[in-house]
């Protein structure tokens, strides 16, 4: 799959805020004594099994809100919800990957540089959530210096996932990522309500990347 117009939008919170919210055997991680909620709207692209031609992938719009944590399998990250506008992808996903997502109807455009992001969850039972953003890159994209911020966000290829009374662990591989900064600007943003958080007053941290080539493994119990 590819992973296009990444907008990394990051809030620092006190650890405890997500440490009550993870499930047991994962840990919340920090970075200078901060834990870190990621608003993250992008575009799925190609999304295939192996062997299978890219003509016949699926390409989507994504929107997930994330924290940063470790676990017995190392560093990764743990996701409270993934929205996405393709009921195909939101089955095989839950399926495949025992990630939490939901049917949302989306609409993606880019002007010039600019991504335009808007979501409408149309998921049944689960809370409802609106997001409406523009964002664009700052500067040219480079890799993430180690022991920066970038790279502690950014530089993961390990999620977590909570079963019935299991942990569940996948791994990712792909190139590191090039970012740079970013402008945004949020309408609407119900990510931190339907997951049960309340709406951080402090100014976000952003980082724009156009994307990477990713291949994702099968999960694991941990």
Not at 117 to 122: D, E, G, L
Request: proline share 7%; aromatic share 12%; with cysteine.
């Amino acid at each position: 799959m590819e992973w296009r117009d990444v907008l990394v939008a990051s809030w620092p919170v006190e650890p405890e805020v997500v440490a009550d919210r993870l499930p047991d055997g994962i840990d919340v991680d920090t970075f200078d004594g901060r834990a870190w909620l990621s608003a993250v709207p992008f575009v799925m692209a190609d999304v295939r099994p192996a062997g299978v031609p890219a003509a016949l992938g699926l390409t989507f719009g994504e929107l997930n809100l994330r924290t940063y944590v470790t676990g017995d399998a190392g560093p990764g990250i743990y996701f409270f919800n993934l929205d996405a506008n393709d009921r195909l992808g939101v089955a095989v996903a839950r399926a495949l990957f025992r990630l939490p997502y939901y049917r949302a109807e989306m609409h993606v455009a880019r002007t010039g540089d600019a991504v335009e992001f808007r979501s409408h969850r149309t998921h049944e039972g689960v809370p409802d959530l609106d997001f409406d953003a523009t964002y664009e890159p700052l500067g040219d994209p480079t890799t993430a210096d180690p022991g920066t911020l970038e790279s502690f966000l950014l530089e993961r290829y390990r999620f977590y996932a909570a079963g019935r009374s299991r942990l569940f662990c996948g791994e990712v591989a792909h190139e590191p990522w090039r970012l740079t900064h970013a402008d945004a600007t949020f309408r609407e943003n119900d990510l931190f309500a339907a997951n049960g958080f309340e709406t951080p007053d402090s100014v976000p941290h952003l980082v724009y990347s156009p994307g990477v080539d990713v291949t994702a493994e099968r999960v694991r119990v941990v």
